[in-house]
Nanobody, 121 residues
Framework: QVQLVESGGGLVQAGGSLRLSCAAS??????MGWFRQAPGKEQEFVSA???????TYADSVKGRFTISRDNSKNTVYLQMNSLKPEDTAAYYC?????????????????WGQGTQVTVSS
């Protein structure tokens, strides 16, 4: 059974930075993704990375967020810079069903418990 544990969330002022981490057990060659969900809103794709390092981002975070992974540590990171109040949400990492990166939640079959990011104005 794969387990994903996120960390690094918190409260930050607008313009600040946070780095989220996701430690995975049993991670092999699968793609990994980050999603977020704000209260009263649907889940939203944030970013994804393949085992080889190919990446994709939602337009809303492009240029501000950077996803990376350390395969030797089975860990995926999300560096978030220039944070805005609209980035406030619970952030979830997810393990893809395969090796190809995807923006669709249905293409991920294991999810972490989530970490809260709150950006004050």
């Amino acid at each position: 059974q794969v387990q994903l544990v996120e960390s690094g969330g918190g409260l930050v002022q607008a313009g600040g930075s946070l780095r989220l981490s996701c430690a995975a057990s049993g991670l092999a060659f699968n793609a990994m993704g980050w999603f977020r969900q704000a209260p009263g809103k649907e889940q939203e794709f944030v970013s994804a990375i393949s085992w080889r390092g190919a990446t994709t981002y939602a337009d809303s975070v492009k240029g501000r967020f950077t996803i990376s992974r350390d395969n030797s540590k089975n860990t995926v990171y999300l560096q978030m810079n220039s944070l805005k109040p609209e980035d406030t949400a619970a952030y979830y990492c997810a393990l893809g069903r395969g090796t190809t990166i995807s923006t669709r939640g249905n293409d991920y079959n294991f999810w972490g418990q989530g970490t809260q990011v709150t950006v004050s104005s």
